[in-house]
């Protein structure tokens, strides 16, 4: 129950913070494309790390775990609203009770165009999950699938920003070492951020939360999976 409220509590703190930086974005005399193409550089690099609580239904399983996640950022064009990023995002979860664990790495990369506030683009995404349950291996399996995203970035100022993030990836079916039929439903992940300028011209602080549900089908019956993260990294910038 501590843990719980201690991650119900940070999640009020973030999202409260997320709306109050939003107030002084709109009221900003800076146009909101001039401030993003500040925030904005050629080459972007992030790196963060959660404790995540992870539900899961195949499992049986509701515990607490830790997730990492490094982004790479390629900007083009004369005001750099071609993008193509790369996110590895890795976790893993042990709970005592029952003597399951799981892993999970998923891997997105995405292509996108900013119009004004919004990055609009395509998703090409694999995951990989393996488990335990009762000490039993249960899951080991690698799929892919393809979606789309949805950003909305709210500047502040010159050097930080507000975000809405929403990635929608659709499921395929996956070759699973012990089931005869495994399929990895449709996912999606929901991040809500910002990040801040610890320097002037190239490093920032990051933070925010990320939910994330997905589906697994194991031999004809269905699951429901959750991830929900409070992170805090740092992110490095180059403008060439």
Known sequence: MKIASALSSNRFIVINIFFLLIIPAQAH???GSDALRANTKTLELYGDFAMSTSKSKALEMNDTG???RIQAIVHAGDELNLGVSLNLETSTFAYELNSSTLSTAFQDIGIYYRFWYLQLGAIVASETVSSKKADADFLDFYGSGYGALFHILFPVDRGSLVYFKTHYILGSAVEDSFHDSVTMGTRMDIDIGGQVDITKKMMDLIFGYRYRT???????TNYSELQTSTYLGVGFGWLF
């Not at 997905?214 to 004809?220: E, F, L, T």
């Open 29 to 31: 005399g800076q146009s």
């Open 66 to 68: 830790s997730v990492s």
């Open 214 to 220: 997905y589906s697994i089908a194991i031999d004809g």
